[in-house]
């Protein structure tokens, strides 16, 4: 174990440090919690599952020097970043293409199998290139070079992921529970797909325009 993760100092702040950047809510949680809100508590957890394994990919590829040709490559950083804008933008059309409900009885989205859940959670979490140069920048400080920096720096990004999955499923969970009371609102059902679609919409303009490689 002492091969794998570092000292007892280092290694609570690291648990301190990650446990405050994971409950900030960001474009991840946002994702999350639009999920449980219109499509359900299991939705939103599926959707936690595909963005810890997207993360983890992020985090695993940063371990292997992924980050570093983000941050000397323009074009590199550039195509990731404007691929994960694009399908986010994607899943805002389908969310708007599902047809208005005829009545209370019919859903405001269109039932999404718990596999397509987590496969677009996974996409949107692995194109996101920010997320691989946060790793590069955040794990070597808390880094004991003497002892394994590879492997040191594998778990602690494999810990990171697993502390966000924990604070993301708490997110999921009481927009779940808040979903139930959005739908019995009048023309909440009818007004879901557009408040889904908005969302992606601007989950995806924002993450074409925002960021850089510094």
Do not use: H
Request: with cysteine; hydrophobic share 55%; aromatic share 10%.
């Amino acid at each position: 174990m002492s091969q794998l993760l570092p000292s007892w100092p280092l290694l609570s702040a690291f648990v301190a440090a990650s446990f405050v950047l994971a409950v900030t809510p960001g474009p991840g949680v946002f994702y999350i919690v639009t999920r449980s809100l219109m499509q359900g508590r299991g939705a939103g957890l599926a959707s936690v599952a595909g963005v810890a394994l997207g993360n983890l990919g992020n985090a695993i590829g940063a371990c292997i020097g992924l980050a570093a040709l983000f941050a000397v490559s323009a074009v590199a950083f550039t195509v990731v970043k404007y691929a994960g804008a694009a399908y986010l933008v994607y899943l805002g059309w389908q969310a708007l293409r599902t047809p208005a409900p005829t009545n209370e009885s019919v859903p405001a989205i269109a039932p999404a199998s718990s596999a397509r859940i987590f496969r677009d959670g996974f996409v949107v979490a692995l194109l996101n290139p920010k997320t691989a140069i946060f790793f590069a920048a955040f794990l070597p400080q808390f880094i004991d070079a003497t002892t394994a920096p590879m492997m040191q720096s594998i778990a602690l990004a494999s810990l990171f992921v697993a502390i966000a999955a924990m604070t993301d499923s708490l997110y999921a969970l009481a927009a779940g529970v808040a979903a139930p009371l959005l739908r019995r609102a009048r023309g909440a059902r009818a007004a879901g797909r557009y408040v889904t679609a908005g969302a992606f919409f601007g989950l995806g303009l924002l993450t074409a325009a925002t960021g850089s490689r510094r």
